[in-house]
Every structure is written in structure tokens, then in C-alpha cells.
């Protein structure tokens, strides 16, 4: 089934400095999404990107997805504290639940110190 | 998210016993998931619904099981056989379709006594 691989598992960084994420996979996607985890909080949606070599913004937030489409990155400019948290793709198929269902990575967890 | 509630928020669960989590939308999305999620881990799909009266094992099924009566509810059940139970639950639902993006709950803590 469809898996997707991310990268790194845990990211320290001083406030201020950048960040950034990776999703790999082994097939072409069609589409891929972003979430962003607060600390005790769930999930919330940010960014899908579906077309090759796609880039998007949000303020200091990047999203790109790559020329393959096997590959995605995250990349937030000059952190704030309030960057804190986890940061998952997801991407359709696999086991997450049936034929247009999504399959997540296991997640970056951003930790800043100020 | 707005449109889906969980509760309680709160869950506390003895040995040998069974407990319900519920979960309600009112985004009039056909599909819903269970997710399970562990300290610092990522989500495991526990079940999912893509319409009324239907439902389908996700990858970490055993010890737990759901209904789907109404299209607005998919309430969870921990059984006693799920021996591991204490994580954090989330419920989620979506339009479906390629490209919609998922919507949670708040989500269920529960532990063990």
C-alpha cells in the first residue's frame, strides 16, 4: 500500500532560524496535504499541492511538491513560538481508509527554543 | 474543527471494562475515522466509515469496534480486549473525494485506572 516517508522525526531549532520538512514517497501522488499538530491539540488541515513543481506560500510557510511528484517539503522562515507543534502529509491511498482515503506520515515535531 | 465534537474529553477506563467515544458531525461529510495517536507518535487509523450502515478495519482494528447508524455519529468502543488502550482518539471526517482534506475533532484522552 501507499507510504509515505518523513523527515526528520524531531527538529530544534532557536527562534528565528528556519525549518524545514520532508516527505518522500516510492510512487507518483496525485495530490499531497499538509497539517499542522498545536501541542495537545488535533490536527488542522493547511495546504494541499497538486500539480508538479507546485510552490505555495502562507506567510512564512513554503510548500513545495516536486518535479516527480514523489517528493514534498515544508519550510517555515525566522520560527516563532507560535511555529511550535507537529507537521504531517498526507497523501490519498493506502491503507487511510479506502480508495480516496489518506495516508499520513508519522509527522516533524518543531521544537523552538527561544 | 468547527462541525465535529468529541467527548468526553476526558476518559478513564478500569480493567475488564468497555468504553464508548463519541463523535458527531454536522458537516454532512459521508466519510469518518478513528484515529489512535501515542506520545510523540503519529496516526493510526483504528476504523473508517464511507457511508451509513458501512464500515471498514483500518490498520490497528483489534480490541475496538464502531457503528455507523446515522450519518452525523461514529461512535468508538475500546473493549476490554484492547489490553494497550491508554492514547489519545481522534475523530475525523471528510467530503469525499480525491483532494478533500480531513476535518477533526478535538479529540479523547483515555486512561487506564
Known amino acids: 500500500g501507499q507510504q509515505v516517508m518523513q523527515i526528520p522525526q524531531y527538529q530544534h531549532v532557536q527562534e528565528g532560524e528556519d525549518f524545514t520538512t520532508y516527505c518522500n514517497s516510492s510512487?507518483?501522488?496525485?495530490?499531497i496535504q499538509w497539517y499542522k499538530q498545536r501541542p495537545g491539540g488535533h490536527p488542522v488541515f493547511l495546504i494541499q499541492l497538486v500539480k508538479s513543481g507546485e510552490v505555495k506560500k502562507q506567510k512564512r510557510l513554503t510548500f513545495q511538491f516536486g518535479e516527480a511528484k514523489k517528493n514534498s517539503s515544508l519550510h517555515i522562515t525566522a520560527t516563532q513560538t507560535t511555529d511550535v507543534g507537529t507537521y504531517f502529509c498526507?497523501?490519498?491511498?493506502?491503507?487511510?481508509?479506502?480508495?480516496?482515503?489518506?495516508?499520513f506520515g508519522k509527522g516533524t515535531h518543531l521544537i523552538i527554543q527561544p | 474543527d468547527g462541525g465535529i465534537t468529541q467527548s468526553p474529553k476526558y476518559l478513564f477506563r478500569k480493567e475488564g471494562q468497555n468504553v464508548t467515544l463519541s463523535c458527531e458531525q454536522n458537516?454532512?461529510?459521508?466519510?469518518m475515522y478513528w484515529y489512535r495517536q501515542d506520545p510523540g507518535q503519529g496516526l493510526r487509523l483504528i476504523y473508517y466509515?464511507?457511508?451509513?450502515?458501512?464500515?471498514q478495519k483500518g490498520d490497528i482494528a483489534e480490541g475496538y469496534s464502531v457503528s455507523r447508524e446515522k450519518k452525523e455519529s461514529f461512535p468508538l468502543t475500546v473493549t476490554s480486549a484492547q489490553k494497550n488502550p491508554t492514547a489519545f482518539y481522534l475523530c475525523?471526517?471528510?467530503?469525499?473525494?480525491?483532494?478533500?482534506?480531513?476535518?477533526f475533532g478535538d479529540g479523547t484522552r483515555l486512561s487506564i485506572l
Open positions: 475525523a471526517s471528510r467530503q469525499r473525494g480525491y483532494g478533500q482534506p480531513q476535518h
Open positions: 466509515s464511507q457511508i451509513v450502515n458501512d464500515f
Open positions: 510512487t507518483t501522488l496525485s495530490n
Open positions: 498526507a497523501v490519498p491511498g493506502g491503507s487511510g481508509g479506502g480508495a480516496d482515503g489518506l495516508t
Open positions: 458537516l454532512n461529510h459521508d466519510a
